[in-house]
């Protein structure tokens, strides 16, 4: 018998795609990847529970996808991920799905699709990190790749689902992480993420974040090597010089801030205040100068004034961020938050707060764009650009997108671009 035809859709964070790559290995005897839904046997939407809108566009999708059995009555469609652990079996009433397996039982999922077990898998692990499986990546630019370092997350923010949807925290033997990078670079990949929820806790043995980085930038000298993401009660000075110390390490740190009132931190429980921020900030300003640093924010959590709202404007021009993720807060059932605190923004102030945080960031990443006119600097080349394609684009050791004309290079390499101009959103420049 020939193999059947898989198709996986993902939703969410970057740990959900490297996800996606972990089952289709996991599926690859019995399954060829297709990407064409239409020529699909079996669906795996990998889903998204951090904010209601990611639930709700799902919910969309498989309305959709739920339909093609219509015409395809062995048709098999499961749902992954956050929303399978979130929402379990009352998925099988919302939507006329087969299959619900959480992010910690995707090893039982070709027993599941022969229906010899049950179709139901949520259960979390302490242990499981799919350590010893090389993804299988069906997609994505053959460049730059991500490689998980750790799963889950232990610091129960009070607004966030993933402690609950991704369950306890551990980390992946070095061996296997140095392993999974070394068939990247065989492959001729040249850029490697290390990807966790907090990779900064990482610890294996007597490895702690640090000395991993220290390992795998050692190893791998040729490859550029970035990490996300870092909780600020984490981010050690040890890793800065570390960071300090390897070209091939991007000078590029993702440190999710979320508010900048202290005492909107402690509603949230994030164990640092404003300072202890701004002095992490400090330090890497101290170790990496020219290091950009990218963050996340939340618009709207329960009972911000208009002063602890304030704050997080004047943090995000104190620190002067090159980048942010921006959110308005999504109430999420079962979070400390739902149980003790109350949603009380009005929607229409949470929009508002929210549209200013975007446009005062865009003015931030503009001024930060600015000031690289001029500068000649290291890109690598991730394919062509998708507005005109005599141009390529690629991204400097600070993750900044730049695009410039084709010349005589191609995808994959690293090369010397001069910056010519910026927007908010992207550098241009020539070829050296
Ligand atoms: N509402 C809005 N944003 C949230 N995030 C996490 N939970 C919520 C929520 N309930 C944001 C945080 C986090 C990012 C991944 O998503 O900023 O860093
Ligand atoms: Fe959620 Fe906080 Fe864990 Fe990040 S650190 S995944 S925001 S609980």
């Known amino acids: 018998m020939g193999k059947g035809k898989l198709y996986i859709e993902t939703y969410g964070c970057q740990m959900n795609f490297a996800d996606s790559e972990v089952v289709a290995a996991i599926l690859s005897p019995e399954y060829d990847i297709v990407d064409n839904v239409k020529d699909a046997d079996v669906i795996l939407v990998n889903t998204c529970s951090i904010r209601d809108n990611a639930e709700q566009r799902v919910f969309n999708r498989l309305n959709e996808l739920t339909n093609l059995k219509n015409k395809k009555k062995h048709l098999q469609i499961g749902i992954l991920g956050c929303m399978a652990e979130r929402l379990k079996d009352d998925l099988f009433q919302k939507s006329n799905v087969d299959l619900i397996v959480g992010p910690d039982a995707y090893r039982m999922l070709p027993e599941i699709l022969k229906s010899e077990i049950s179709p139901i898998d949520v259960q979390l692990s302490q242990t499981e990190t799919y350590k010893e499986i090389i993804p299988f990546k069906y997609e994505g630019n053959g460049v730059s790749a991500f490689v998980s370092i750790m799963r889950g997350c232990n610091n129960f923010c009070s607004y966030c689902v993933v402690p609950y949807t991704r369950g306890r925290e551990r980390s992946r033997e070095i061996d296997s992480i140095l392993n999974e990078i070394q068939h990247l670079v065989n492959d001729g990949y040249k850029e490697v993420t290390l990807l966790g929820q907090n990779v900064n806790s990482y610890h294996f043995e007597d490895y702690n974040f640090a000395t991993l980085m220290q390992i795998v930038a050692e190893k791998f000298s040729t490859t550029r090597i970035r990490f996300a993401t870092s909780h600020p009660k984490d981010l050690s000075d040890e890793l800065l010089e570390v960071m300090a110390k390897y070209n091939n390490i991007c000078k590029s740190i993702h440190l999710p801030a979320q508010s900048g009132s202290t005492a909107m931190l402690k509603r949230m429980n994030r164990k640092y205040s404003r300072e202890d921020y701004l002095n992490r900030i400090a330090s890497i300003k101290k170790h990496l100068p020219d290091c950009a640093i990218s963050t996340d924010l939340i618009a709207g959590f329960c009972d911000e004034t208009e002063e602890e709202y304030q704050a997080t404007l004047s943090l995000m021009k104190e620190v002067g961020f090159d980048f942010a993720y921006m959110f308005k807060y ?42 690289d006119v001029g500068k000649s600097m290291e890109v690598l080349v991730e394919g062509p650009s998708k507005r005109n394609k005599n141009q390529y684009f690629g991204r400097n050791s600070q993750n900044k997108v730049v695009i410039f004309d084709k010349g005589n290079c191609q995808k994959g390499d690293f090369v010397m671009v001069k910056i010519t101009a910026c927007t908010a959103a992207t550098l241009l420049g020539e070829l050296l």
């Open 330 to 371: 999504s109430m999420r059932e079962g979070t400390a938050a739902h149980k003790h605190m109350q949603d009380n923004i009005p929607e229409e102030i949470k929009i508002k707060r929210l549209e200013e945080i975007i446009a005062l960031q865009q003015e931030l990443s503009h001024i930060s764009n600015k000031k």
